[in-house]
């Protein structure tokens, strides 16, 4: 049996497409003026909203990975969604030059740099089940691209946290790619992680 769509709801689907399009570009041209032309060459944003689970935090962040071509990496996270990130926003959370400095030569450099540290606070059994486990063949998203933008790897780490990561804030997963380089999962989306193919 055919059932026609909703026409209504597919122009407004398309329209809000449209419009978070418009606003990853728009993030993506500030966030790569924002970084020092010295480092700028071959960097690459890649902007994602993504769904936080945590009742504490806005429902959908903005998340923005700077991928240097040396593969050093980081990201940022802006509790809004994209179409209501400013430039304000985003320069205000922006990495300093010298994090972006040990991105740019592959090293890794902790941001944001908050002091509070409640490792202690996570109850693991208070988390949503996650579709993958230590030891999984996964392929996870590190670039703009649809197709050349995944990279393989295992998960290392179930629930993963980085020092001076603020309060309650958790990594679904750590995984090490083949290349040996170790990089979290913001969330446990298909987006963003998969299984390996």
Avoid: H
């Amino acid at each position: 049996m055919f059932l026609p769509g909703n026409k209504t709801t597919d122009d407004a689907k398309a329209k809000a497409d449209a419009e978070r399009k418009l606003a990853y570009e728009r993030i993506e041209k500030w966030a790569t003026a924002a970084i020092p032309p010295s480092i700028r060459d071959g960097v690459s944003i890649s902007v994602q909203e993504v769904i936080c689970g945590d009742p504490t935090c806005a429902p959908i962040d903005t998340a923005i990975a700077i991928i240097f071509p040396s593969g050093g990496r980081g990201m940022l996270g802006l509790p809004a969604e994209s179409k209501d990130v400013t430039k304000e926003d985003l320069l205000e959370g922006f990495p300093t030059v010298e994090v972006l400095q040990k991105w740019f030569q592959g090293e890794e450099a902790e941001w944001p740099p908050f002091e509070d540290d409640n490792e202690d606070e996570f109850n693991e059994s208070n988390q949503p089940k996650l579709r993958f486990g230590v030891g999984d063949s996964v392929e996870c998203r590190i670039g703009p691209d649809p197709v050349t933008g995944w990279a393989k790897g295992s998960v290392a780490q179930l629930w993963y946290r980085e020092q001076g990561w603020p309060p309650n804030s958790w990594a679904p997963y750590k995984i090490q790619l083949e290349d040996g380089k170790c990089i979290f999962a913001p969330s446990d989306m298909d987006q963003i992680i998969r299984g390996a193919k």
